[in-house]
Structure formats: structure tokens, C-alpha cells
């Protein structure tokens, strides 16, 4: 039997628009409720608690209703997730987004282009292509410059990296357990996945020793590069980072690059966190060096405020591209399936193949706001990283670690008393105690042995006094805590 005409008009069809402008409306005005309920970034709800009213819904049983679904969606998630505009949250590299950039994802889902070839998009393939070239050219890569956009930084950095071992492995025909790929030591840890997944050995990754300010010592990576090359293997690629995660820190480009290609080695350079500078009009110097890069990771949803997800690599040279280049009859075939002319199928230089249409987040924020705006807002959040250290280092209430280059700073309460092992200790219970109150989200990590907890500020709305509410919460748990087991 054909389905009915009730079941059919949950389908997107020119005859059903009423039915989805009412569902689309709905949505907004309930998310517009929600932002209006909102008190704090967490509510401190606990996993068990969490799992509770999802594993009790069954799923066998439709409501039949958007509006009783989405008040449904209110108790398994709404009511306690995580708001990453509030001023209290600042703890992993989540941003508050931007309006234009959500308009684009009622189109990009509604009309569901997936992005991987031609006949799939059509202008989505050159409004995607158009953008790779503009982040390209502010990226300085030159005229053959290319790429394609990404779910992350993660896929981005296994792509860049998979164009290394190809490309290294085609010049020199080293064996895998022969490539070597040197990152400084607070690289992110999607390198060493990577590396994995690519086949190389155990010890393929090598950690370059970083300064006082945790940029990778190009001193440093000479004597690692040399070694290598003494020992017989072959370095596939020096991975330097612009903005590492938990300091911010920009490795030294030039030298990065100048040692990557006087050893054979692939440069990529993992701009993740760093990539919002390309649009900074006061900082766009820290990412000097960048244009020498043989790849490039960008993350869009980070300092670019766009959702996740939303991210590219750029290579400097589109023939290397290749390297991820599959063909098949029934999606792209090599000869073009017949047509006179070949269609441009960005399936060809991509990981992916189903690909939603993210290009067109960034498209609409930077045809509303332009550039500079989106540049602003990325010096807002280093200014306030700033200035929000200047206050810090006047306060005995806690020790900070660095100057932050980005937007990020590490910092520990000060307990009279206790020896630096028992504030290690302390430090975890602090982060827990701030999530249970739900008012302030931080993160924490660990810097040679000791514990810290880590402020990510990406709110170009939040001020100074926003963050030292932070740190009160901070020094207020660690005396909480503190006066509880004096008791």
C-alpha cells in the first residue's frame, strides 16, 4: 500500500510549505523560549541522571506532534544542556555563534545538498570552491592553492597529514615504520590518532620540546630532524600549530618551515584554535609564515563563530590533492560518465562523501557581517584575554601560568598550607564543584606534572568583570572545599 497522505506530509514538498513553516516556527519560538529560561551555562546534572529520561523514552511510540515532541525535547536535553553564549561558561573551544550562520542552516538542511559532486550541489560546489580560495588567498598560499571543507580539525589534520605520507612516500618510497612526524609537545592529540590510522609506527610521533612561553623551540626541532635523519627513517612532516589548545601558543612559523623543507619534510600547520586571525586586522601577524605551509587546517567553528561543524584544509599546491582522488562509475567516473565536459566533483578532493553544505554558514556570515566584523569579534576575545591576566596577576587569591597569546589561560587557586601535590589534588575537585553549581564551566589539564584549570574565552560578549566572576566561583569552591574537611 502507498503511504498515506497523513505520513506523506511530513516530507518537504512544495505542497507541504505550510506544514513546514509551522514545524520551522515552532522550533525557533521554542529555542527563543529556552534562551529565555536560560541562568547559567550547566545545570550540573550528573550522566546517571542525564541517561534517565532518554533511556525512557520509546522510541516505538511516536508522539505525532511536533509541538508535544519538542516539548519532549525539553526534559532529555534542552533543560540541561550546555550554553556556550553564557559569560560563566569557559571551558573547552566551543563559541557562541553567529546569526547569519544559523539562517544558513535552516537552507542547508532543508535543502540537503550534499556536497560531493556536481550534480548534487551545483552552485553549492562554487559558492564552497569561491570561499576555499578567498581563505586561501588571506591565507597567502598562492595562485595554486586549494582545499575542501571538513567536519573539523581533526579530519583536517588526518587529510593533511595523509597528503604528507603519500606525497613523501611517492619522492623518497620510504616504508611506513620509516616516516616520522615531529609536533611540538602541547600539539593536539589528533596527531597521534592520525598517525595511527595512517598506518605508521608507534613511535612515528615525536614530541619537540617547547619554550617558557610553550612554543615549539626551533633549536629544538633541528636537533629532532637531524636525529631522525641519523637514525635511518625519513621525516614525513613537521606539524607546526597557531594556537595550541590549552595554552593558546603560536609555534614560530618561519623556522617551522624553513627546517620542514630543508629536510624533505611536509609542512602542515594546524590553525585550528589560530585560524580566526586570517581575519584579524591588528593581530594577523602572529600567523606570518603560514603562507610557506604545504597544508593548513582551519576550524570555522571556533575563533570564525560558526556551528559545528564547520572547518577546511588548505593545501598549497592543488596537485597534491590527488592523493585522496578514488574513482568510481557511479558517482564520478574518470571519464566524466559520457558528458562533454567533466563535471568539478569536490568528492574528488575529500575524505568524505555524503558532505553537508557548511560553506554556506561561512558564505552568509561573511556576505551579512563581512570580514573585518567576524575580525573584530577575534580581537575582542584575545583583548580580553588580556586584560583578564593583567587582573589575575594582581590577585593572591591564585597563580596563573602564562600571558595568554590567543585567548586562553591556566590558572590555579593558591592554598596557604598545602604543598603543590595536595593542590594538584585540589584542582579536579574545584572543576567538579563549579560544574555541580552549574554557574561557571572551566576546564582543567596538566602542565609539566601539576594540575591547572583552564579558561577558553571565546564570548566576544563576556567583559573582564565576567571573567574574574569566574574566578571567584573558583577560589570560592577551593574554600568550600577546603573549610569542609578543616571541619
Same mark, same amino acid.
Given at each position: 500500500?502507498?503511504?498515506?497522505?497523513?505520513?506523506?506530509?511530513?516530507?518537504?514538498?512544495?505542497?507541504?510549505?505550510?506544514?513546514?513553516?509551522?514545524?520551522?516556527?515552532?522550533?525557533?519560538?521554542?529555542?527563543?523560549?529556552?534562551?529565555?529560561?536560560?541562568?547559567?551555562?550547566?545545570?550540573?546534572?550528573?550522566?546517571?541522571?542525564?541517561?534517565?529520561?532518554?533511556?525512557?523514552?520509546?522510541?516505538?511510540?511516536?508522539?505525532?506532534?511536533?509541538? !508535544?515532541?519538542?516539548? *519532549?525535547?525539553?526534559?532529555?536535553?534542552?533543560?540541561?544542556?550546555?550554553?556556550?553564549?553564557?559569560? %560563566?561558561?569557559?571551558?573547552?573551544?566551543?563559541?557562541?555563534?553567529?546569526?547569519?550562520?544559523?539562517?544558513? *542552516?535552516?537552507?542547508?538542511?532543508?535543502?540537503?545538498?550534499?556536497?560531493?559532486?556536481?550534480?548534487?550541489?551545483?552552485?553549492?560546489?562554487?559558492?564552497?570552491?569561491?570561499?576555499?580560495?578567498?581563505?586561501?588567498?588571506?591565507?597567502?598560499? %598562492?595562485?595554486?592553492?586549494?582545499?575542501?571543507?571538513?567536519?573539523?580539525?581533526? !579530519?583536517?589534520?588526518?587529510?593533511?597529514?595523509?597528503?604528507?605520507?603519500?606525497?613523501?612516500?611517492?619522492? /623518497? %618510497?620510504?616504508?611506513?615504520?620509516?616516516?616520522?612526524?615531529?609536533?611540538?609537545?602541547?600539539?593536539?592529540?589528533?596527531?597521534?590518532? +592520525?598517525?595511527?590510522?595512517?598506518?605508521? +609506527?608507534?613511535?612515528?610521533?615525536?614530541?619537540?620540546?617547547?619554550?617558557?612561553?610553550?612554543?615549539?623551540?626551533?633549536?629544538?626541532?633541528?636537533?629532532?630532524?637531524?636525529?631522525?635523519?641519523? *637514525?635511518?627513517?625519513?621525516?614525513?612532516?613537521?606539524?607546526?600549530?597557531?594556537? /595550541?589548545?590549552?595554552?593558546?601558543?603560536?609555534?614560530?612559523?618561519?623556522?617551522?618551515?624553513?627546517?620542514?623543507?630543508?629536510?624533505?619534510?611536509?609542512?602542515?600547520?594546524?590553525?585550528?584554535?589560530?585560524?580566526?586571525?586570517?581575519?584579524?586586522?591588528?593581530?594577523? !601577524?602572529?600567523?606570518?609564515?603560514?603562507?610557506?605551509?604545504?597544508?593548513?587546517?582551519?576550524?570555522?567553528?571556533?575563533?570564525?563563530?560558526?556551528?559545528?561543524?564547520?572547518?577546511?584544509?588548505?593545501?598549497?599546491?592543488?596537485?597534491?590533492?590527488?592523493?585522496?582522488?578514488?574513482?568510481?562509475?557511479?558517482?564520478?567516473?574518470?571519464?566524466?560518465?559520457?558528458?562533454?565536459?567533466?563535471?568539478?566533483?569536490?568528492?574528488?578532493?575529500?575524505?568524505?562523501?555524503?558532505?553537508?553544505?557548511?560553506?554556506?554558514?561561512?558564505?552568509?556570515?561573511?556576505?551579512?557581517?563581512?570580514?573585518?566584523?567576524?575580525?573584530?569579534?577575534?580581537?575582542?576575545?584575545?583583548?580580553?584575554?588580556?586584560?583578564?591576566? !593583567?587582573?589575575?596577576?594582581?590577585?593572591?587569591?591564585?597563580?596563573?601560568?602564562?600571558?595568554?597569546?590567543? +585567548?586562553? #589561560?591556566?590558572?590555579?587557586?593558591?592554598?596557604?598550607?598545602?604543598?603543590?601535590?595536595?593542590?594538584?589534588?585540589?584542582?579536579?575537585?574545584?572543576?567538579?564543584?563549579?560544574?555541580?553549581?552549574?554557574?561557571?564551566?572551566?576546564?582543567?589539564?596538566?602542565?609539566?606534572?601539576?594540575?591547572?584549570?583552564?579558561?577558553?574565552? #571565546?564570548?566576544?560578549?563576556?567583559?573582564? *568583570?565576567?571573567?574574574?566572576?569566574?574566578?571567584?566561583?573558583?577560589?570560592?569552591?577551593?574554600?568550600?572545599?577546603? %573549610? /569542609?574537611?578543616?571541619?
Amino acid at each position: 500500500m502507498p503511504p498515506t497522505p497523513t505520513l506523506l506530509r511530513h516530507v518537504l514538498h512544495p505542497a507541504h510549505v505550510g506544514e513546514y513553516a509551522t514545524a520551522t516556527r515552532l522550533a525557533v519560538d521554542h529555542l527563543s523560549t529556552a534562551l529565555g529560561r536560560v541562568r547559567g551555562p550547566a545545570t550540573g546534572l550528573d550522566p546517571e541522571r542525564a541517561a534517565k529520561p532518554v533511556r525512557d523514552v520509546d522510541l516505538d511510540a511516536p508522539l505525532g506532534c511536533t509541538a !508535544q515532541a519538542l516539548a *519532549e525535547l525539553d526534559r532529555v536535553w534542552l533543560d540541561d544542556t550546555v550554553w556556550f553564549h553564557e559569560p %560563566g561558561y569557559a571551558a573547552h573551544l566551543n563559541c557562541p555563534v553567529l546569526i547569519p550562520s544559523l539562517v544558513a *542552516e535552516v537552507l542547508v538542511s532543508g535543502v540537503n545538498a550534499s556536497l560531493d559532486t556536481f550534480d548534487q550541489s551545483v552552485g553549492g560546489t562554487f559558492v564552497e570552491r569561491h570561499l576555499v580560495d578567498w581563505v586561501c588567498e588571506r591565507a597567502g598560499l %598562492g595562485p595554486a592553492a586549494d582545499g575542501v571543507f571538513t567536519s573539523g580539525g581533526t !579530519q583536517s589534520n588526518l587529510q593533511g597529514l595523509h597528503l604528507a605520507r603519500d606525497h613523501v612516500r611517492t619522492r /623518497t %618510497g620510504a616504508d611506513l615504520d620509516r616516516l616520522r612526524v615531529l609536533v611540538s609537545a602541547d600539539g593536539h592529540y589528533s596527531v597521534q590518532r +592520525s598517525a595511527r590510522l595512517l598506518g605508521l +609506527s608507534p613511535d612515528a610521533v615525536m614530541a619537540v620540546p617547547v619554550d617558557d612561553r610553550r612554543r615549539m623551540r626551533p633549536e629544538a626541532l633541528a636537533d629532532a630532524l637531524t636525529r631522525v635523519e641519523a *637514525e635511518g627513517a625519513v621525516p614525513m612532516a613537521v606539524v607546526a600549530t597557531a594556537g /595550541t589548545t590549552d595554552h593558546g601558543a603560536i609555534d614560530p612559523l618561519v623556522p617551522a618551515a624553513d627546517l620542514a623543507h630543508e629536510h624533505g619534510a611536509w609542512l602542515h600547520v594546524d590553525a585550528a584554535y589560530g585560524g580566526g586571525l586570517l581575519v584579524s586586522r591588528r593581530r594577523r !601577524q602572529l600567523l606570518d609564515g603560514i603562507e610557506r605551509a604545504d597544508s593548513v587546517t582551519v576550524d570555522f567553528h571556533k575563533t570564525w563563530f560558526q556551528p559545528v561543524s564547520c572547518s577546511a584544509v588548505l593545501v598549497r599546491d592543488r596537485a597534491h590533492l590527488r592523493h585522496v582522488t578514488a574513482h568510481a562509475d557511479y558517482l564520478n567516473p574518470a571519464d566524466g560518465g559520457g558528458l562533454a565536459t567533466r563535471r568539478p566533483d569536490q568528492v574528488d578532493k575529500s575524505l568524505q562523501t555524503t558532505r553537508r553544505f557548511d560553506a554556506l554558514k561561512l558564505w552568509l556570515t561573511l556576505r551579512v557581517m563581512g570580514a573585518d566584523a567576524v575580525g573584530e569579534l577575534v580581537d575582542a576575545v584575545v583583548d580580553l584575554a588580556q586584560a583578564a591576566h !593583567q587582573r589575575l596577576r594582581e590577585d593572591d587569591r591564585v597563580e596563573v601560568l602564562a600571558a595568554p597569546e590567543l +585567548s586562553t #589561560l591556566l590558572l590555579r587557586p593558591v592554598a596557604p598550607g598545602l604543598d603543590p601535590a595536595m593542590v594538584d589534588a585540589l584542582v579536579p575537585r574545584v572543576r567538579a564543584a563549579l560544574w555541580d553549581g552549574g554557574e561557571h564551566v572551566v576546564a582543567a589539564t596538566v602542565v609539566d606534572g601539576r594540575r591547572w584549570l583552564k579558561l577558553t574565552l #571565546l564570548n566576544p560578549m563576556a567583559g573582564v *568583570e565576567d571573567v574574574m566572576s569566574v574566578v571567584d566561583g573558583i577560589v570560592a569552591a577551593a574554600d568550600g572545599l577546603l %573549610g /569542609t574537611e578543616a571541619a
